[in-house]
């Protein structure tokens, strides 16, 4: 079984920065494709960013290109999401997603993995 567990949520003010820390266990971390979503209060669950199994490839939503940056440590089993110049609008849950492939999906549902979240607050 499969289990990822987020860190490094909290309460930030606009213009700040946060990381973001997933560790994974159960399964070989290395050959697998990670994410990361978000579901703000009374919304969906939205796509944020993606990193394929050797890092070497990324993906991000629209909203947050620029501002934060995917990242993986195959070594530690952990993926990792830095937050930058961080905006009212980026408070959510962020959820940190696997996948049995060894490449991302934006969609949702084809990741096979969820953690149970890590709420990230940005005051204005």
């Known amino acids: 079984q499969v289990q990822l567990v987020e860190s490094g949520g909290g309460l930030v003010q606009a213009g700040g920065s946060l990381r973001l820390s997933c560790a994974a266990s159960?399964?070989?971390?290395?050959?697998?494709?990670m994410g990361w979503f978000r579901q703000a209060a009374g919304k969906e669950r939205e796509f944020v960013a993606a990193?394929?199994?050797?890092?070497?490839?990324?993906s991000y939503a629209d909203s947050v290109k620029g501002r934060f940056t995917v990242s993986r440590d195959n070594a530690k089993n952990t993926v990792y999401l830095q937050m930058n110049s961080l905006k009212p609008e980026d408070t959510a849950v962020y959820y940190c997603?696997?996948?049995?492939?060894?490449?991302?999906?934006?969609?949702?549902?084809?990741?096979?993995?969820w953690g149970q979240g890590t709420q990230v607050t940005v005051s204005s």
């Open positions: 159960g399964r070989t971390f290395s050959g697998s494709a």
């Open positions: 997603a696997g996948t049995k492939s060894s490449y991302y999906y934006t969609a949702q549902s084809r990741w096979d993995y």
């Open positions: 990193i394929n199994w050797s890092g070497a490839s990324t």
